[in-house]
């Protein structure tokens, strides 16, 4: 075997899995147009009743998190049913100084809580503070999150079923969603997963929590043992749990303004800890996921993807690779028309994700900007296989070690607004009334 007929049998090798894994995104992108016709939130519904409700903003040196809290200052549900609870780890005094005076600035809706250690990061906050939840709901706001004013009214009333303990909002807006090619590619993957994904999801009751612009029934987190402080996805890690034992859950087209990250660096970075958290969440539940009696085939079907999807990127390197050693070794041959057509039809046959890509761009009205989507997936996408690659090694092979070399599996990303808002007149003057009032 020559070394050219190596690289093309490890071509073609790959390239099997690959057109299969293609036509389930095709499938995925088919299927949402064929069956997704659930409209935009508009007016707020007509609640039966008002619940009280507990909203959470978890914060590591986030001076932007004013914005959030000032947006939910704002909010139309009755002022006597919701409070705000300010989590801060926080080891930038400035920041924990700003926060800790807003919260006593208005004691009536906010209550602020610090802690001089990180222990369990994000869902260690979440976990430490429980005891002090009033609300029979929680919502959780990341920082950078600036929800609209009726954003209370539309995710409480699908709480009115007492099975549903998830109730997730669309994030598919962002602030800097368009600031370069980095940005537009995390915007580009999570309309993906807001816009395509899951609203299948839900149509089989296997919608995740997303660890933000979601809300929880109280109830059911602590029936299934609560925040797992050992995830460093800990929103899937509950979501598995909560509909393992049974309960609901809803995917709203509410949309939520945020930002996603800035540079190539925290996107990688952000990218990774997801991966390897995920497949963490599904080694941790394989059983229940596989063999346990209260999941549908769709929501195991959903949950596993969900988790474990991240297992095609070493093969995406692999056919990359192999196409292009083999193209270079060995004798060249003249480019001529049955080049062309085979060429062509392998990019058909690995195509699923730009239609997916395409239909997601289509849903938000902004099909022009497919060709930064292609020019993004065909760059961008490459090096995040890799780091997606690496994220699965380790959690496969090292998964009770830390991610990130000999430090933490846990990085909090960057968030633009802390930048553009470091001191606190700023942050506290320039934020604008029409950024909270539309979707």
């Known amino acids: 075997m020559t070394l050219q007929e190596f690289f093309l049998l490890s071509f073609h090798v790959v390239f099997i899995p690959i057109c299969i894994v293609s036509g389930l995104f095709a499938l995925f992108a088919i299927l949402n147009l064929l069956t997704d016709r659930q409209p935009p939130s508009s007016s707020p519904p007509v609640l039966k009743a008002y619940p009280f409700i507990t909203i959470q903003v978890p914060s590591f040196n986030d001076p932007v ?67 002090e939840v009033r609300g029979e709901l929680i919502l959780i706001f990341d920082a950078d999150f600036i929800p609209p004013v009726d954003f209370l009214e539309h995710i409480v009333q699908p709480f009115e079923d007492p099975q549903v303990a998830i109730v997730q909002a669309r994030q598919i807006n962002f602030l800097n969603g368009k600031e370069n090619l980095v940005t537009r590619f995390a915007s580009y993957l999570l309309g993906i997963h807001h816009l395509i994904l899951m609203p299948i999801s839900n149509r089989y ?72 958290g995920n497949v963490c969440v599904f080694f941790d539940n394989a059983r229940t996921i596989l063999l346990g009696n209260t999941l549908t085939l769709g929501q195991r079907f959903l949950i596993s993807f969900m988790t474990v999807g991240s297992l095609f990127a070493p093969l995406v390197i692999i056919m990359t690779v192999a196409g292009l050693l083999a193209s270079v070794t060995g004798n060249p041959q003249p480019f001529g028309l049955d080049n062309l057509l085979d060429i062509s039809s392998k990019f058909l046959l690995t195509s699923g994700f730009s239609l997916m890509g395409f239909v997601m761009l289509y849903k938000k009205g902004s099909s022009a900007e497919f060709p930064y989507f292609l020019g993004a997936t065909l760059t961008l996408g490459l090096v995040l296989s890799v780091a997606l690659t690496l994220a699965l090694y380790r959690a496969v092979f090292c998964r009770h070690k830390p991610l990130f070399a000999k430090t933490t599996s846990w990085i909090c990303t960057p968030k633009s607004g802390n930048e553009h808002f470091k001191n606190s007149n700023q942050l506290l003057t320039d934020f604008d009334d029409r950024s909270v009032g539309g979707n």
């Open 65 to 131: 998190a004013v914005r959030c809290l000032k947006a939910c200052l704002r909010l139309s549900y009755p002022k006597e049913r919701y409070e705000i609870m300010i989590l801060d780890d926080s080891t930038d005094r400035e920041t924990a100084q700003l926060l800790a005076t807003f919260a006593l600035d208005h004691p009536d809706l906010v209550r602020y809580f610090f802690r001089n250690n990180r222990t369990g990061y994000k869902p260690g906050a979440l976990k430490e503070w429980m005891s």
């Open 205 to 276: 009751n296997a919608v995740f929590f997303c660890g933000t612009a979601g809300a929880l029934r109280k109830q059911a987190v602590e029936e299934v043992g609560g925040w797992n402080t050992n995830s460093i996805t800990e929103d899937s890690d509950l979501s598995v749990r909560l509909l393992a034992r049974g309960y609901r859950s809803v995917y709203l087209p509410l949309d939520t303004l945020s930002e996603v990250p800035g540079t190539l660096k925290s996107f990688l970075k952000q990218q990774m800890r997801w991966c390897f």
